[in-house]
């Protein structure tokens, strides 16, 4: 019954914005931390950014002053701004929650991901 489901994903020209988001159901979403990975062809996942159940934000040093994460705890929903993109933004990008508390069940839940493609 818990589902992450990003969207806004897609191509977008060198330079350019996508605002991503990602819809939780199932949790008690404000009270989870909230974090964006990516995953390009033949690299490993990366952290992109990561937003606590207090709003305290961090970013990669590769996006950091481009991106800019927030969530909307009324809608159980997250966000990503990307402005300035690069080609090497490219990637699947996936939303995910973390339990930071102490309950039975599982501590990580991850979305199926949406593409994001920088090319002219």
């Known amino acids: 019954q818990v589902q992450l489901v990003e969207s806004g994903g897609g191509l977008v020209q060198p330079g350019g914005s996508l605002r991503l988001s990602c819809a939780a159901s199932g949790i008690i979403f404000s009270i989870y931390a909230m974090n964006w990975y990516r995953q390009a062809p033949g690299k490993q996942r990366e952290l992109v950014a990561t937003i606590t159940r207090g709003g305290s934000t961090n970013y990669a040093d590769s996006v950091k002053g481009r991106f800019t994460i927030s969530r909307d705890n009324a809608k159980n929903t997250m966000y990503l701004e990307m402005n300035s993109l690069k080609p090497e933004d490219t990637a699947v990008y996936y939303c995910?929650?973390?339990?930071?508390?102490?309950?039975?069940?599982?501590?990580?839940?991850w979305g199926q991901g949406t593409q994001v493609t920088v090319s002219s």
């Open positions: 995910n929650a973390k339990k930071t508390f102490a309950a039975p069940g599982p501590n990580d839940y």
